[in-house]
T-cell receptor
Framework: TQLLEQSPQFLSIQEGENLTVYCNSS?????LQWYRQEPGEGPVLLVT?????EVKKLKRLTFQFGDARKDSSLHITAAQPGDTGLYLC????????FGAGTRLTVKP | DAGVIQSPRHEVTEMGQEVTLRCKPI?????LFWYRQTMMRGLELLIY????????DSGMPEDRFSAKMPNASFSTLKIQPSEPRDSAVYFC??????????????FGDGTRLSIL
């Protein structure tokens, strides 16, 4: 089983601040996906990164896949209360598993 | 288009009772996944099917848990007998391909199960 560790586990910030959350593993993945989960709902895919070093932007969210394809980061610029949720990473290309997630709270 | 549909949304029952959770995947998706989510253990993959065939059930906790997929549009997860430690949110997800691909998984809204 390829384990994915996410950090921080919890993050509480004020509206307008920037933040970065991380997803790390000792295993190489052919791809990595980021999901966001809101209370009472299932996770929803945000992005898939495939190439080592790849950077993808989704409005204020920037996703990066590490050069060695073992880690990834998610950076949010000028966070808004609507960004509140549980952010999960999931590794593909093997025995796919989800990380435990980062629970983000953005206070108005 | 309809997403993944799970029922019931909430289930409260006493320990020892049989519990059946249901899932209708997105039409055309050939992979279906059952997950369990708790605060302590996060999102755990229980079992996944490809073309209605169980491929990996290594995440199923024990013999009390069973899953079936009689056709491409329906799957069940059954717990018999249920125990309080089975309390969790159970998610079903479907995908165009198995977990070894880059295809996204589409999740239902989950069934919140409470065993008293």
């Amino acid at each position: 089983t390829q384990l994915l560790e996410q950090s921080p586990q919890f993050l509480s910030i004020q509206e307008g601040e920037n933040l970065t959350v991380y997803c790390n593993s000792s295993s190489v993945f052919s791809s990595l996906q980021w999901y966001r989960q809101e209370p009472g709902e299932g996770p929803v895919l945000l992005v898939t990164v495939v190439t080592g070093g790849e950077v993808k932007k989704l409005k204020r969210l920037t996703f990066q896949f590490g050069d060695a394809r073992k880690d990834s980061s998610l950076h949010i610029t000028a966070a808004q209360p609507g960004d509140t949720g549980l952010y999960l990473c999931a590794g593909g290309g093997g025995d796919m598993r989800f990380g435990a997630g980062t629970r983000l709270t953005v206070k108005p | 288009d309809a997403g993944v549909i799970q029922s019931p949304r909430h289930e409260v029952t006493e320990m020892g009772q049989e519990v059946t959770l249901r899932c209708k995947p997105i039409s055309g998706h050939n992979s279906l996944f059952w997950y369990r989510q708790t605060m302590m253990r996060g999102l755990e993959l229980l079992i996944y099917f490809n073309n209605n065939v169980p491929i990996d059930d290594s995440g199923m906790p024990e013999d009390r848990f069973s899953a079936k997929m009689p056709n491409a549009s329906f799957s069940t997860l059954k717990i018999q007998p249920s125990e309080p430690r089975d309390s969790a949110v159970y998610f079903c997800a479907s995908s165009l391909a198995g977990p070894y691909s880059n295809q996204p998984q589409h999740f239902g809204d989950g069934t919140r199960l409470s065993i008293l």
